[in-house]
């Protein structure tokens, strides 16, 4: 396992799978299919190629930036009147205090074990980028797989129809090759798609519900115990589904599906629906 920030297999095999579905796709399959040369095809050449471009750009975001740091000075003031609510340790009550970073922890920051420091609003370490997402990087993390599937499905509406296409007969020199490019290039596509799509579905939940991978897991604890004793558990940060939207995506809707950085707040403190009360 690399270091955060630094390129690692995964990472390479990341960029590799990008390259070969953007040729086979463009390539191969319009240029089978359509033809570069004419309006049909250069325009989905053109379109395929800006949203393959957008994968890229919002990958090397999602790789490159911190997902959030700790103030070496952060320490929770329990008698500030706009903070009702402070994190506390599930055994003993403390206030959360990460022993190897010899800090107080902000709520919803973990400890990553990878990284080797506290993470704001931590919501997973991914192999796949080599880096925590977190507060600072989760909306360019969720918006690049937004991006890479839609790319997916174009991807494979291209290929089928390319492979469905029949070569007229002056024209079939190198069509076996292609074929055989274009069928590999769906095989890879479809396990591909269908994770891709479950992990948007599965980070569209968790926006909704205004959670991190880490507090659902939590919460389904937390749920178990009240409901043994008898209480109800409530998430402490649903705010309703518009508000938790604009807490992940930026206040501005016409800008939630562009690839730049609204967070709400500064990751040390979040509204909680004790606020809105």
Known sequence: MGRPGYLTLPIFSVVAAIGYIYYTTVFVAVARWLGLATAAGAANA??????AAACVGTYAVAVCRDPGRVPPSFAPDVEDAESPLHEIKRK?????????????????????????????????????????????????????????????????VLIIGSAMYSVPVDEQAGNDSSRTSIIICGIVLCPLTLALTVLLGWHIY????????????????????????GNLYHHPYHLGVYENLISVLGPNIFCWLCPVSNNTGNGLRFRTSH???
Do not use: S
């Open 46 to 51: 053109a379109a395929f190629t800006a949203l």
């Open 92 to 156: 003993g009550g403390d206030l959360r205090y990460c022993q190897k970073c010899g800090h107080y922890k902000p709520p919803r920051a973990h400890h990553c074990r990878v990284c080797k420091r506290c993470v704001l609003k931590m919501d997973h370490h991914c192999i796949w980028i080599n880096n925590c997402v977190g507060h600072e990087n989760y909306k360019i993390f969720f918006i690049f797989v937004l991006y890479a599937v839609i790319a997916c499905f174009y991807a494979m």
């Open 206 to 229: 968790l926006i909704i519900q205004n959670k991190t991978t880490i507090e659902y897991h939590e919460g389904v604890r937390a749920m178990w115990l009240a409901q043994k004793g």
């Open 275 to 277: 606020d809105i009360l």
